[in-house]
């Protein structure tokens, strides 16, 4: 499945269905593709599509055709609590339980500020909620299933996106570096691994159709997957927005040489800056294949610069900067754009939509 445009305008769901057996949860906060593509909020990283909610506020504001805003939403600790969480800077670990079973609770960032830099697979698996196949200590694993019952609600499938804040903020020329690697898997080993991976934007093709992009990763299960240095996605703190099609990054932060209205991306802690999506990541069909696992690994921050504080060597001896101060974001799931009559067959259990990461821009 290829969507040709993605889009954030902001609904709120009041209920979703779950199964017998499932806990009722809280709602996901849902989006619809309401705006053209591309446009000067998102880019193509690899797989991966990601818009920064602070350009499509501001295009909004200038009453460009399709941009209704707004577009961020809280993203604080009592906040999360209500999503299903990859990873989050609140010093303790978001129990996933109530929300989604089997899967794994959430990874904390929080590091006390003694590392520049977060994995998974650093020693820090979060527990299990329910039997959880597959699961791996270098990723975090949800089951397909009742991810994809999840995302099916008011008669509709919906696509998975990812929500993505900051917390800790940076100055508007800096860039942290994220990576994140999204295997579906079928742990009874009769089908091959898929692979959806971030990776550096093309300064020469920023809306690259994310489709072009094959991953040369692999994941078995048995060991850490390590990117190497060109691998990491680095973003921009301050763009330069042109009109609603055209934008670059600010070279100093403060200045749009080139013309256009100067946006600073980062909004501080507790609100998203950034939604994410993997078009081209038909994960429904999958499931019906027979996959039944998904894995998610990220790295973020500061890797073998010799910094004190930085974390260990990329494939190849390589290395990545700048650090990250210790704040480190918050990676939570959103239902995303419906997807209508493409309701997964009883009995089955449809896609699992995880664009894993939420992509990076700069923060302030």
Not at 200 to 227: C, E, R, V
Request: with cysteine; net charge negative.
């Amino acid at each position: 499945m290829k969507k040709t445009s993605w889009g954030i305008q902001p609904q709120w769901l009041l209920a979703l269905l779950f199964p017998a057996g499932l806990a009722a949860a809280a709602p996901l906060p849902v989006y619809s593709p309401t705006y053209p593509s591309p446009n000067s909020a998102c880019a193509t990283y690899g797989n991966v599509v990601s818009c920064s909610t602070t350009v499509l506020d501001h295009l909004a504001a200038k009453g460009y055709a399709g941009f209704n805003g707004p577009y961020s939403f809280a993203a604080s600790q009592g906040a999360l609590i209500d999503t299903i969480v990859v990873t989050a800077n609140n010093g303790n670990i978001l129990n996933n339980g109530d929300q989604l079973m089997p899967s794994e609770d959430g990874f904390s960032t929080n590091n006390g500020g003694t590392k520049k830099y977060f994995f998974t697979g650093d020693g820090n698996d979060p527990a299990n909620n329910g039997g959880l196949a597959g699961d791996t200590p270098f990723s975090w694993d949800t089951g397909l299933s009742t991810l994809n019952q999840k995302l099916t609600f008011g008669g509709a499938y919906h696509e998975m996106a990812i929500a993505f804040d900051f917390n800790n903020p940076q100055n508007d020329t800096s860039s942290i570096p994220i990576w994140a690697l999204v295997t579906v898997r079928d742990t009874d080993g009769n089908l091959g691994n898929k692979y959806f991976e971030t990776q550096a934007l093309d300064p020469n093709n920023i809306f690259k159709d994310p489709s072009l992009y094959s991953s040369d990763k692999t994941f078995d299960g048995s060991a850490i997957t390590t990117p190497g240095a060109a691998d990491f996605a680095l973003t921009v703190g301050a763009i330069c927005v042109v009109n609603a099609t055209v934008s670059y990054p600010s070279p100093d932060g403060s200045n749009c040489p080139n013309g256009g209205d100067l946006v600073k991306t980062n909004r501080a802690s507790n609100e998203v800056e950034f939604i994410n999506y993997l078009p081209t990541l038909d994960l429904r069909g999958l499931e019906n294949q027979g996959y039944d696992t998904m894995s998610v690994q990220v790295w973020m921050g500061c890797f073998n610069t010799g910094v004190r504080g930085s974390g260990p060597a990329l494939e190849n001896g390589g290395s990545v900067g700048p650090c990250d101060t210790g704040g480190f974001g918050d990676i939570f799931l959103l239902a995303g754009a419906e997807l209508p009559g493409r309701l997964p067959e009883p009995g089955t259990l449809g896609l699992t939509g995880l664009a894993l990461l939420g992509l990076l821009k700069r923060r302030r």
